[in-house]
């Protein structure tokens, strides 16, 4: 357990690809009207995705790399909230 804890809070490789998919599912979440059906699961994305960009610009990657995960959860939260909002219209 320790070591694996080890390996990940020494991770050197920045989360491109967690960072792109959670910006896409925010773009798809608003697109989708989660500003207006789901404004709540939107905000908690881009926060998270904002503390992404911190901790990615600190050199932070495994930190980074979490939170742009839970962007992308909680963007998928946003839109799926937003999609089920507007089908009980």
Do not use: W
């Not at 490789?13 to 599912?25: F, I, K, N, V």
């Not at 989660?34 to 990615?56: Q, V």
């Not at 930190?63 to 946003?78: G, I, S, V």
């Amino acid at each position: 357990m320790v070591a694996l804890l080890a390996l990940t809070a020494c991770e050197t490789t920045p989360p491109a690809q967690e960072m792109s998919d959670a910006r896409q599912a925010i773009a798809v979440a608003r697109e989708a009207g989660a500003g207006e059906f789901a404004a709540f699961h939107l905000k908690a994305a881009e926060d998270y995705l904002e503390s992404a960009r911190r901790a990615l610009n600190s050199g932070e990657y495994a930190e980074a790399r979490y939170n742009a995960k839970q962007a992308k959860m909680k963007a998928l939260d946003a839109l799926n909230a937003a999609e089920s909002s507007r089908q009980d219209r």
